[in-house]
């Protein structure tokens, strides 16, 4: 392939930053080895999404077969309050370290309210087994979090020992970092970002105009989670300005002009509208 000017660089895989992180809502094996085929070069996590580790078939030749394409797996959030939330968690530590062999987990209270002080003290256990993921924000609508307890959130779950903290928007794209509308919270992201620098977090993005205002935002190395396995090549083209949405975005402003008569520089607008 003709390399292309004006392209933005990408990271090699194991990566700090420009991480993508794909939801595995229940995949199955072929499917898991047609997503590998296809793009198992462009992800690095694979998250197996709230419970569907309990209830899927072949769950451990599936972890062997993303760790065997140099992807780390790791169980949802939802599944591991599923178990705090019984008063389980060695179990859980038995469960992912012993018997599954996973080095990534994910810590969230989502679902139910866990005092963060107890939340940090998991996290900090578990970062002693492997690499932890720690989410911030609730999946209910209703629930609102101020920005200051955000950005507090995430320092101190950083602080514990999480390796990435990741901003909550569920599988929907419509809670926590976002409006009910799917757009963006602007004035809490930019809150966020003045506190916690942005390669520690993973912005859940489930859908593309979310994933073109990060890219608009950020550049091309934003750390993304909640990708559609379908949407991996989508977005790496929405990463190096392939795409409509972002083709003039890493082009010289003397380029933009030229082909666009009327290009303006005036990126704030755009990045304030998702």
């Known amino acids: 392939m003709i390399e292309l000017p004006h392209v933005p660089k990408r990271g090699a895989k194991p990566r700090n930053k420009g991480i993508t992180m794909v ?3 229940g995949l199955s094996l072929r499917q898991a080895e047609d997503m590998i085929s296809a793009s198992g070069h462009l992800i690095d996590f694979v998250k197996l999404g709230f419970g569907t580790s309990y209830v899927s078939r072949n769950v451990n030749d599936k972890l062997a ?3 065997s394409a140099g992807i780390r797996p790791y169980l949802g959030g ?13 179990d859980y530590l038995r469960l992912v370290v012993d018997k599954l062999g996973l080095d990534a987990m994910e810590v969230s209270d989502g679902s139910i309210r866990i005092d963060h002080e107890s939340k940090c003290g998991y996290i900090s256990k ?3 087994h492997g690499t932890v993921l720690s989410e911030v924000g609730s999946k209910e609508a209703g629930i609102l979090i101020s920005p200051n307890k955000w950005k507090q959130m995430m320092h101190d779950e950083l ?3 999480a ?3 990741i901003a909550e928007a569920r599988e929907s794209g419509n809670v926590g970092i976002y409006r009910p509308s799917g757009k963006a919270h602007v004035s809490l992201i930019n809150k966020i970002l003045n506190k916690i620098p942005q390669e520690d977090i993973i912005w859940e993005a489930p859908i593309k105009s979310q994933q073109v205002y990060w890219i608009k935002l950020l550049g091309a190395e934003v750390n993304l989670g909640n990708i559609a396995p379908d949407e ?3 977005l790496e083209t929405l990463r190096l300005g392939l795409r ?3 083709f003039f975005t890493f082009l010289p402003k003397e380029i933009a002009q030229v082909w666009i008569p009327e290009y303006k520089d005036d990126e704030k607008e755009e990045k304030e509208a998702v």
């Open 78 to 90: 939802t599944f591991f309050e599923a178990f705090m939330v019984r008063n389980m968690f060695d």
């Open 126 to 128: 578990l970062s002693h």
């Open 163 to 165: 390796w990435k903290v």
């Open 65 to 67: 077969l993303y760790k």
């Open 244 to 246: 409509g949405d972002t």
């Open 23 to 25: 939801m595995d809502k």
């Open 159 to 161: 602080q514990a020992g």
């Open 232 to 234: 991996v090549i989508p």
